[in-house]
């Protein structure tokens, strides 16, 4: 594999080079004979006999158990070492911070949830935020020297020029201009903050319905209305981290929202958020009409109208699904992607009848036709891409062999 002639470097880096191809084999396959990670790597016994060693006293790999089912004795299996490094990632919502930590193989081994009432500043929101990795954390039996890396989801996006959160003016006590400056104080770990939708993205590109795609959309809706744009297999967030905040968009069939950024929402978010399912459905005469959060509301009435065969259900499906497309076409056309993933809990709750709906109206009002997707990351998708986008590049930092310094031993 890195060891082919014609590969520039020195024999550290050829080495470093397979180790790490052996070890994103074990993480991809699982347990793997010496033997198969030849095949695959198409380094000789002798070499990936030597590579297994190194890795094993590097403590980033174990020898488990053995081959079955042939004649003659079973072949030793390696696996990743899991307890080589730890990475956590954060939810951040209003009411409530949900915090995990996984190990290296991305098995989740820690979970905690967090209210957070009140409005607070930024001094109480630090103790929110280490009260919530420290819940995690003692889940998962470890300390906070053991995590390498964390990454902190948010609805918005902190303005890189500023350090200021924009796009998210109800998330109480993330504003504060200092605040950044106070977490990095508090926290003793790297820390990274991404959109929560774009982590919503990262999820379902890593383990979901965009794997293998560079080229898609993430439409998301829950408390709002936004989208993530991953255009050459890498986010796009903008200049001011605000690409994708679609719910701003002006469209058709809704009033023209000025101030937007004053007021929190715009036509888009009008016309297809999840706060105006109920109201569709009390015009079409759709109920009864759910009480609660407007996006459990919405979710309810998605679901029951996917379900449901008579005609006022039918109407509210159609309909919504226009005003969904209405919004999609303008994103569409002007990055003609090869995917559109439907995510958030009210369009996983319309599920398949909602997407074909989706899928037919786009056809009519966008000239390109990307496939549509319903998202499979349904259980904590921003929370699982805040610890795929922790743990890949904490994975870029334990398995590079060529580094003087080395993860701890199980």
Do not use: C
Request: no cysteine; charged share 20%; glycine share 14%.
């Amino acid at each position: 594999m890195a060891g082919t002639a014609g590969t520039p470097g020195t024999p550290r880096v050829l080495r470093a080079m397979n180790d790490r191809a052996a070890l994103d084999l074990l993480q991809e396959h699982g347990p793997l004979s010496r033997t198969r990670i030849g095949e695959l790597t198409g380094l000789s016994k002798p070499t990936a006999s030597q590579l297994l060693a190194r890795l094993e006293a590097a403590g980033l790999v174990l020898a488990g158990g053995t081959t079955e089912g042939r004649p003659g004795p079973g072949a030793q299996l390696y696996e990743v070492n899991p307890a080589a490094a730890y990475a956590a990632g954060l939810d951040v919502r209003p009411g409530r911070i949900v915090a995990a930590v996984a190990d290296v193989t991305g098995r989740t081994v820690g979970r905690h949830e967090t209210p957070t009432p009140g409005s607070g500043a930024g001094t109480s929101v630090v103790r929110q935020v280490t009260g919530a990795l420290d819940g995690a954390v003692e889940a998962a039996g470890l300390a906070r020297a053991d995590v390498r890396r964390l990454v902190i989801g948010t609805p918005g996006a902190f303005d890189p020029g500023t350090g200021r959160l924009r796009y998210a003016s109800h998330l109480p006590g993330w504003h504060s201009p200092g605040l950044l400056g106070d977490l990095a104080a508090a926290l003793p770990m790297p820390v990274e903050y991404e959109n929560d939708v774009n982590l919503a993205a990262v999820a379902e590109q890593r383990l979901g319905a965009a794997r293998g795609h560079e080229d898609f959309v993430l439409l998301w809706n829950q408390e709002g209305l936004g989208a993530a744009l991953v255009l050459g297999g890498r986010l796009h967030r903008g200049f001011t981290g605000g690409a994708g905040e679609v719910g701003f968009l002006p469209v058709p069939g809704a009033p023209l929202v000025r101030q937007v950024a004053r007021t929190g929402s715009g036509g888009y978010q009008e016309l297809a958020g999840a706060q105006a399912v109920p109201v569709l459905a009390r015009q079409l005469g759709v109920g009864p009409i759910p009480t609660g959060p407007y996006a459990e509301a919405a979710a309810a009435l998605l679901a029951r109208a996917a379900r449901a065969g008579d005609d006022p259900h039918r109407r509210l499906l159609r309909t919504y699904a226009t005003r969904l497309a209405t919004g999609l076409a303008s994103l569409v056309s002007v990055l003609d992607p090869e995917l559109v993933v439907l995510s958030g809990a009210a369009l996983a709750a319309g599920g398949e009848a909602l997407r074909a709906l989706v899928q037919e109206e786009l056809a009519e009002l966008a000239a390109s036709r990307p496939r549509l997707v319903v998202g499979s990351v349904t259980e904590d998708p921003v929370l699982r891409g805040a610890l795929e986008s922790a743990l890949a590049t904490t994975r870029d930092e334990v398995f590079d062999t060529s580094r003087e310094t080395r993860p701890r031993k199980g």
